[in-house]
């Protein structure tokens, strides 16, 4: 069974479709190099759900940090609340809170907004170098079969 899957597997794990077709002409068809093309779209796929994963797992890192601090600074506004004093000062010192607090959440939001985009700009710049490339390979094939 080891030598079915050595002889249908190529060396990266996936089918290789030359292997069945290796002795299979066709005219005007190069399998190789439709092969190696199609190997290069694997590549940038994974590359590119790589660097997705990577932006994934930085927006969830950095939610975690925003959240430990959230709940450093609810703590730190709990205990300020405890001590005594002037109601209207308290009030004072609730509205500056409510308006950090939401200064902070607007930041937080756009720099998450931020970070994600990165990612997916990355992502989508392995798939468009990609494509282009492909073009590219296709438009070189058909100008050596005309010519």
Not at 26 to 46: D, F, M, W, Y
Not at 95 to 109: C, I, L, M, N, S
Request: proline letters at 3%; glycine letters at 6%; aromatic letters at 6%.
């Amino acid at each position: 069974m080891a030598k079915t899957s050595e002889k249908t597997n190529g060396s990266n794990g996936f089918f290789d479709i030359t292997r069945p077709f290796g002795d299979f002409q066709l005219p005007g068809v190069n399998v190789e190099a439709i092969a190696a093309s199609q190997r290069k779209n694997l590549e940038a796929l994974t590359q590119a759900n790589q660097l997705v994963l990577e932006g994934f797992r930085a927006v969830a890192q950095r939610q975690a940090a925003i959240v430990q601090q959230a709940w450093q600074d609810a703590s730190a506004v709990l205990q300020a609340w405890t001590q005594p004093g002037a109601p209207q000062d308290r009030l004072a010192s609730n509205a500056v809170v409510a308006k950090q607090t939401f200064e902070k959440g607007v930041a937080h939001a756009r720099e998450l907004g931020e970070l994600a985009a990165k990612a997916n700009a990355e992502a989508f710049g392995v798939i468009s170098k990609r494509v282009t490339e492909s073009l590219d390979e296709i438009r070189d094939f058909t100008h050596k079969n005309v010519a």
